[in-house]
């Protein structure tokens, strides 16, 4: 068996050991049985063991996936959280009671003030 592999069925069998699962697919694969006179065919319990085998690696990719995604919600839950208290910490400007015609009338005499402003400044620097 291959290193790779090797740490593989390690991770796994801590992760299993953590949720209380006794058996992981290498204590599976390594299982041997007493053969007796009137035993079990040995390549029907191989194959229906590799099944399990199997199995057991599907149920173990798909709690490491689950548990990451859950590491990563728990994350973006804490980040939400602080978002929302440093929201709520910032004073929030509203504008009711101001009407939108009011608003419009003030940014149309602004503009003209500006431009204006403008004119005069043009005429100031041509005497300089």
Same mark, same amino acid.
């Given at each position: 068996?291959?290193?790779?592999?090797?740490? /593989?069925?390690?991770?796994? /069998?801590?992760?299993?050991?953590?949720?209380?699962?006794?058996?992981?697919?290498?204590?599976?694969?390594?299982?041997?049985?007493?053969?007796?006179?009137?035993?079990?065919?040995?390549?029907?319990?191989?194959?229906?063991?590799?099944?399990?085998?199997?199995?057991?690696? /599907?149920?173990?990719?798909?709690?490491?996936?689950?548990?990451?995604?859950?590491?990563?919600?728990?994350?973006?839950?804490?980040?939400?959280?602080?978002?929302?208290?440093?929201?709520?910490?910032?004073?929030?400007?509203?504008?009711?009671?101001?009407?939108?015609?009011?608003?419009?009338?003030?940014?149309? /005499?602004?503009?003209?003030?500006?431009?204006?402003?403008?004119?005069?400044?043009?005429?100031?620097?041509?005497?300089?």
């Amino acid at each position: 068996m291959d290193e790779h592999m090797r740490r /593989r069925l390690d991770k796994q /069998r801590k992760l299993f050991s953590q949720l209380g699962i006794n058996l992981d697919a290498l204590t599976i694969h390594e299982k041997e049985f007493n053969v007796k006179l009137r035993g079990y065919d040995a390549e029907e319990v191989d194959t229906f063991l590799d099944t399990v085998i199997k199995d057991y690696e /599907r149920f173990y990719a798909t709690i490491a996936d689950l548990m990451d995604k859950w590491q990563e919600q728990q994350i973006e839950l804490r980040d939400l959280k602080a978002e929302a208290k440093t929201a709520a910490q910032t004073p929030v400007i509203t504008h009711r009671g101001i009407d939108p015609k009011d608003l419009e009338e003030v940014i149309i /005499r602004l503009e003209s003030n500006v431009r204006q402003l403008k004119e005069k400044i043009q005429h100031t620097e041509s005497y300089l």
